[in-house]
């Protein structure tokens, strides 16, 4: 339970560094995003009690993404980007469905639990920067109109990756600010998907982990 509790605060501390930090830098963006991503990959693997074989799949697929991550970084070539975001994407899939799970099957509201269900919405928010940067360097799949972006950024030429982190997260926790729209079918989608996941996650993680608290309490008097 102490590693559990350790690899899970690590997990923390590296998706709170990118969301806060990235924005700021300007000179080595991408390397900063590049380790931060690979830390978030490996402290995501041990983040649950897994069984051997999921583990080693984890591993495996874990291994495979940070290598086109850094493939990406030395090649930085589009069709690489989306390989690389995509099966970070599908790992990361794979990570909050397991801590969701194991927070779900936990029978006691321990820090532990609480730290597992913090990150799982960061990390929901993270896969929705990730779509939002396939979907807008894809050209948004399926424009509204032929030259026209698939997501309106307000005076960013050039958007980056700390742009559609920011698009996710107000997104993710409907602030809806407007600064950044979606402008293509396929972006609208996923706007749409990541507010009403982000409301999913937080109505039904609440309701679960009240539940267990009173039944934790219950059981001690």
């Not at 799949?141 to 972006?149: E, H, N, S, W």
């Amino acid at each position: 339970m102490e590693k559990l509790t350790r690899n899970n605060i690590v997990l923390l501390s590296c998706l709170l560094i990118l969301i806060v930090f990235l924005p700021f830098l300007s000179d080595k963006r991408a390397l900063f995003l590049h380790v931060l991503l690979s830390a978030i990959i490996l402290s995501g693997i041990y983040s649950c009690s897994f069984r051997k074989k999921a583990r080693r799949i984890l591993l495996i697929s874990g291994t495979t993404a940070i290598a086109v991550i850094w493939l990406d970084l030395i090649f930085p070539f589009e069709a690489i980007r989306i390989l690389a975001f995509g099966s970070i994407f599908t790992f990361i899939v794979a990570i909050v469905f397991f801590l969701t799970r194991h927070i779900a099957r936990s029978q006691n509201v321990t820090s532990t639990i609480i730290i597992s269900a913090v990150n799982g919405y960061l990390l929901m928010g993270l896969l929705g920067a990730l779509l939002l940067d396939i979907a807008d360097t894809t050209g948004g799949l399926i424009a509204v109109k032929p030259g026209l972006p698939a997501i309106n950024f307000n005076g960013a030429t050039i958007p980056g990756f700390q742009d559609y982190m920011y698009f996710s997260f107000v997104t993710l926790t409907t602030l809806g600010y407007g600064d950044i729209t979606p402008a293509s079918a396929a972006t609208k989608s996923i706007a749409l998907i990541i507010a009403v996941a982000g409301q999913f996650y937080l109505t039904i993680l609440v309701a679960m982990l009240v539940g267990k608290y009173l039944s934790q309490k219950n059981r001690s008097v």
